[in-house]
C-alpha cells in the first residue's frame, strides 16, 4: 500500500499522482480567471459629452427665443421694398428652440442618468445622439460644410462610448453593487 507520498516500499521511488478531476484546460473545464471590476471610462466619456451637448443645445434653444423676440420687437412702420419674413424668421425659430430644448432636456437627463449608472441613461443618451446626427445632417447639401460636421462627429462619438458593451458593462456591475 502507498503511503502520503507516494511510495509503496518498493525500488521504484516516489509515484505521482494526479489530484482527482479532470486537469486544467480539459474540454468544458475553464482555467481560474481573476475578475476586475469593469472600467467607466466609455461611460463617463459618453455622459460627460452628453451633458456638453445638453449645455449647447440648451444654449441654442435661448439664442432661438431671444431672435423671436428682437424680430417679434421690430418696428414694422419703415416704408421698404423688400418683403416682410417676420413671421417666417419666427416660426422658423420657435422651431429651433422647441427642437433643441428637447434636445438638450433629453441629453441632460441622460448624461444624468448614465452618471447614476442606470441604463435609461445610456438609452437616453444614445436616442438623444441618433436625433442629433439626424439633426446635424441637414447640414450637408452639395458639398462638405464643416460646421455641419463637426457636430456630426460630436454626436457620433457620444453615440458610440455611450453603445459600446463596456458602457452596459459598467452599468451593470453597478447594479450588482452591495
Known amino acids: 500500500m502507498n503511503d502520503r507520498y507516494g511510495y509503496d516500499g518498493g525500488d521504484n521511488g516516489p509515484q505521482h499522482y494526479l489530484p482527482p478531476g479532470p486537469p486544467y484546460g480539459y474540454p468544458g473545464y475553464a482555467l481560474p480567471v481573476e475578475h476586475r471590476a469593469p472600467s467607466r471610462i466609455t461611460a463617463a466619456i459618453a455622459a460627460s459629452l452628453a451633458m456638453v451637448a ?9 439664442w432661438s427665443l431671444v431672435v423671436v423676440v428682437d424680430v417679434g420687437n421690430d418696428d414694422h412702420s419703415g416704408s421698404s421694398d423688400l418683403p416682410d419674413f ?11 428652440a422647441v427642437v433643441s430644448g ?27 445622439s441618433t436625433l442629433g446626427v439626424s439633426l446635424s445632417a441637414f447640414g450637408f447639401r452639395e458639398e462638405l460644410n464643416y460646421f455641419a460636421l463637426a457636430p456630426c462627429t ?8 455611450a453603445a459600446v458593451p463596456s458602457t452596459g458593462r459598467w452599468i451593470a456591475a ?5
Open 54 to 62: 445638453g449645455v449647447i443645445a440648451a444654449a441654442i434653444a435661448v
Open 86 to 96: 417676420g413671421g417666417l424668421i419666427v416660426v422658423i425659430f420657435v422651431a429651433l
Open 102 to 128: 428637447f434636445l438638450a432636456l433629453l441629453f441632460l437627463l441622460g448624461g444624468v442618468l448614465l452618471f447614476a449608472r442606470l441604463t435609461a441613461g445610456r438609452i437616453l443618451v444614445i436616442i438623444s
Open 154 to 161: 460630436f454626436f457620433v462619438t457620444t453615440l458610440v462610448l
Open 174 to 178: 453597478g447594479k450588482n453593487r452591495p
